[in-house]
């Protein structure tokens, strides 16, 4: 697993770098990041990256920033929160094809705060709501989103 978020942390500094630079993200790149993560995931995170206009980001103001996104849910839907620092996500995706069936790296909606944070940070459409926690409060609305997630249906 730490090879993978190895990869992975070297695939996101080239979107910051080639998208700091040229202010798109280029081919050899996408194809990385398609490789990793699976073309369709991809696209999915894409999709939900431009059109989603309102997050809540949960985080620590301490030396390892911790940071708790929230995608803002739809009148029927339940919220749906996802982990920087990991791939943990409150997802179904997450659920079904990174818990059981481990045959991805992380869903959309985690690839989608990702690439947010290296490409969208500086200039943003969304909308962001942003609660300062203590590590405690963290750790314990955690705790409780890891509970829900694994429960057996």
């Not at 040229?22 to 490789?35: N, P, R, S, V």
């Not at 849910?73 to 079904?96: E, G, I, M, R």
């Not at 690839?111 to 203590?134: D, G, M, P, R």
Request: glycine fraction near 2%; proline fraction near 1%; include cysteine.
């Amino acid at each position: 697993m730490n090879y993978l978020l190895t990869v992975e942390r070297v695939l996101l500094a080239d979107v910051a770098k080639t998208y700091d630079e040229l202010k798109t993200i280029d081919d050899k790149t996408m194809k990385g990041l398609a490789f990793f993560y699976g073309y369709d995931i991809l696209l999915h995170g894409i999709h939900l990256l431009k059109h989603t206009k309102r997050l809540v980001l949960y985080h620590t103001n301490e030396i390892i920033s911790r940071r708790l996104y929230q995608f803002h849910a739809n009148k029927n839907q339940v919220p749906v929160y996802t982990l920087t620092s990991s791939n943990f996500c409150t997802c179904s995706f997450y659920k079904q094809h990174i818990l059981n069936k481990q045959d991805y790296f992380a869903c959309p909606h985690n690839i989608a705060i990702k690439l947010h944070e290296q490409i969208y940070k500086l200039n943003n459409h969304i909308e962001i709501e942003t609660f300062i926690v203590t590590h405690e409060y963290l750790i314990d609305k955690m705790a409780k989103l890891i509970e829900q997630t694994c429960e057996i249906e």
